[in-house]
């Protein structure tokens, strides 16, 4: 076993440094690597590390996109049944906000909703048409009350999106429901 110099050993720690927090920059990991005596140990120490970061990468990256999507449902929801464009932006910031992400940005019009959520300087944008499916606050307070649920640390985003779409798919059913039960009996003229 060859004993490391000063500078293998500084190189090795800043590369480490380097990928530990999260920070992918592999010229300033491998620059001070290039000037020492043994390059090739450095470069594949650093190689290696930036395989498991890679994958550290993908996994955040994953969740962005998981969040997007539930955010961007969640103001789908809201705008479907008749929520107003404020409460649509509130909800899906906050929501976005609670699940980690470090900013949370939409648009909102009468037929479509584009959002955005900024992770680690990192933006992912998505666009969901609008269908009217009528007002239906209960479905509105029900989101409400999900979203609240993942600001107090309730539910992550693996189970809010079972609550949302437990929730909706009980609402939609009820309301079917209703609607049958309540509609009248066809009137026979003689």
């Not at 395989?51 to 550290?56: A, C, I, N």
């Not at 666009?127 to 979203?147: A, F, L, P, S, Y």
């Not at 189970?159 to 209703?178: D, E, F, P, Q, T």
Request: proline share 2%; with cysteine; aromatic share 4%.
């Amino acid at each position: 076993m060859t004993k490391r110099t000063s500078q293998e050993a500084y190189a090795l720690r800043l590369a480490a440094d380097v990928f530990i927090n999260k920070k992918l920059i592999l010229t300033n990991a491998i620059m001070p690597a290039l000037r020492v005596k043994k390059k090739a140990s450095v470069i594949v120490a650093a190689h290696r590390m930036s395989f498991r970061t890679g994958r550290v990468m993908q996994e955040e990256q994953s969740i962005q996109r998981a969040v997007t999507r539930l955010c961007i449902q969640c103001g789908l929801l809201l705008l479907q049944h008749g929520a107003e464009s404020a409460l649509v932006d509130e909800l899906s910031t906050r929501l976005g906000l609670a699940l980690g992400m470090d900013s949370v940005e939409s648009a909102i019009s009468s037929n479509a909703i584009v959002l955005t959520t900024i992770k680690d300087g990192q933006c992912l944008t998505s666009t969901r048409k609008n269908q009217d499916r009528g007002i239906n606050m209960h479905v509105v307070t029900e989101v409400q009350h999900i979203v609240i649920l993942a600001e107090h640390r309730l539910l992550d985003y693996k189970a809010w999106k079972n609550a949302l779409a437990s929730s909706a798919r009980c609402v939609i059913h009820a309301g079917w429901w209703r609607l049958w039960s309540v509609s009248p009996a066809p009137a026979f003229v003689s």
